[in-house]
């Protein structure tokens, strides 16, 4: 049995199987796979999970926008809106009907006068439909994050795994004396797997973080756009 650079011990006949590489393979090596393993898995769920939400929300919302250029009536717009919490535009358009409800309840109140002039009130109509575009990107934007630190962190955990194999593979050619390569190649292909792995986790995280964040940002937008058009609308309506 020959030494395994990264602390176990392989076979003298070297198959090249990568699962026995891994089963034999030391404790940093498959400490660092785990860590490479977990980054996977929950990238793989966030990116799935990602994926139907944006797929149900660009549905609702098309949706949506059928409905709110052929409604007359607002409040069943509001109702419909409500049945469609994907959709941001849909949430949106709620956020600003709730304002503008509140104040028509007002206005047929007790005391009319005691109204905010329409300037005043028009601002603050602005600000929660900002604000309301600005929690729905910040919702749509939930977990892009681990997908950024799993594409920029992977690759140097996995880097950092391989050069740990490798200098176990030359503290064994010292001990042994001898740089045969049928001695340290097992090893060091073993310590090229955290590479490997970490390439692995972190390219489909990149490639999701990049195609998700575009669609995040072409969301935001059309979000942009619709609060100014749904200000315009409900702030003309008496």
Do not use: C
């Amino acid at each position: 049995m020959l030494e395994n650079p990264l602390g176990g011990a392989v076979a003298s006949s070297f198959g090249g199987n990568i699962l026995e590489m891994i089963i034999h393979a030391g404790p940093m090596a498959k400490f660092v796979l785990l860590i490479l393993l977990f980054f996977s898995i929950f990238s793989w769920a966030i990116i799935g999970h990602k994926w139907k939400v944006l797929r149900r929300a660009a549905k609702e919302t098309k949706r949506f926008q059928s409905l709110y250029y052929e409604a007359t009536n607002l409040s069943s717009l509001y109702s419909a809106g409500k049945r469609l919490p994907y959709s941001s535009m849909a949430q949106v358009f709620v956020a600003g009907y709730t304002e503008w409800y509140r104040r028509r309840m007002q206005a047929k109140g007790d005391n009319p006068g005691s109204i905010e002039d329409k300037e005043h009130w028009e601002e603050r109509l602005k600000g929660i439909l900002n604000k309301a575009v600005s929690e729905e990107i910040t919702k749509l934007e939930w977990a892009l994050p681990f997908l950024a630190t799993t594409g920029s962190t992977t690759p140097f955990i996995g880097l950092f795994g391989t050069v740990w194999g490798v200098m176990d593979a030359f503290r064994g050619i010292g001990v042994r004396g001898s740089a045969h390569i049928g001695a340290v190649a097992p090893g060091i292909s073993e310590a090229l797997i955290a590479t490997a792995a970490g390439l692995a986790a972190a390219i489909p995280a990149v490639i999701a973080y990049n195609y998700f964040n575009h669609r995040i940002r072409v969301v935001g937008t059309q979000l942009s756009n619709f609060s100014a058009e749904a200000f315009s609308r409900l702030s003309k309506v008496r």
